[in-house]
């Protein structure tokens, strides 16, 4: 059977390269370089080679997850900032609490927005709909058929 600190030392031991962060996050390197420019990841150097740590790959799950829900990256940021403050990540914990609440404020306003919009559309489907079946069926398709056809003569005829 495994030692299991052993086993643990291993994979965290393991490193990354720029691709298979990428890959297996789904995203592009030029997300990660940009990440990497904007203080939130801090990849080893072997020459000109990027070398992810397992704390850098734990950073890149809290960076994509926390931008699916929506959060700016200066929020992820300030986030990431926050751990290993030796305070059991209370810290960290009540910012991202703050920051999930305020997130789904934010959300809950934009739902009421498309709820409206959603309700004005269908008003105006309505509208449309209505006012197009008092002008009866249109003949378009004849007419674009008939100018297609007195262009094409026009064409022969100049040939």
Do not use: C
Request: aromatic letters at 6%.
């Amino acid at each position: 059977m495994p030692d299991t600190a052993t086993s643990l030392s291993i994979s965290e031991s393991r490193t990354y390269s720029i691709s298979e962060l990428a890959r297996e996050f789904g995203i592009t390197p030029r997300a990660l370089r940009f990440y990497e420019d904007k203080d939130m990841l801090h990849p080893a150097r072997d020459g000109m080679t990027r070398v992810y740590s397992h704390r850098d790959r734990a950073r890149v799950t809290i960076i994509v997850r926390m931008k699916r829900l929506g959060l700016p990256l200066a929020d992820i940021r300030e986030i990431l900032d926050l751990y290993g403050l030796g305070d059991n990540e209370r810290a960290q914990k009540r910012k991202t609490l703050e920051k999930f609440r305020n997130q789904v404020k934010e959300f809950e306003n934009q739902r009421e927005d498309i709820e409206i919009a959603l309700g004005e559309l269908q008003k105006g489907i309505e509208w449309l709909e209505n006012d197009l079946s008092k002008i009866g069926p249109a003949n378009e398709h004849a007419e674009s058929v008939a100018a297609y056809d007195a262009v094409a003569r026009k064409q022969l005829d100049d040939a």
